[in-house]
């Protein structure tokens, strides 16, 4: 997603980052709070979403790098397999906010 300074996304350390698109530098904007758990960071309508490994959907102020919880997941009843592996995508086209999921268990 493009910002004010350049790109900006989350990082693997759960910090709202900018990088200058010229050379590269990486500024720290703010903690997200969301550590390690950050996974997916789109763009809609000048609003930052982002996603965690919890499937939690939260929306991030792109000045500090705050979050506020846009949606959280909530299981459902019944028994539950951890999933082994899964994939998930966070995207906006059109005007419209998607997100994927996808887990599944890869015993042999």
């Known amino acids: 997603m493009v910002g004010p ?9 759960g ?6 698109p010229a050379t590269g530098a990486i500024t720290v ?6 550590g390690a758990l950050a996974l997916d960071t789109a763009g809609l309508n000048g609003t930052v979403y982002e ?10 102020n792109p000045a500090t790098g705050s979050r ?9 009843s019944g028994p539950h397999r951890p999933a082994d592996l899964f994939d998930e995508a966070l995207f906006s086209v ?9 887990s599944f268990n890869a015993t042999p």
Do not use: C, E, M, P
């Open 94 to 102: 059109g005007g419209t906010l998607y997100a994927t999921w996808d």
């Open 68 to 76: 506020n919880t846009h949606w959280l997941h909530r299981y459902r």
């Open 15 to 20: 910090n709202l980052d900018s990088v200058d």
């Open 51 to 60: 996603t965690d490994l919890n499937q939690n959907l939260y929306t991030i």
């Open 5 to 13: 300074n350049g790109y900006i996304g989350v990082s693997f350390t």
């Open 29 to 34: 904007i703010g903690a997200t709070g969301l």
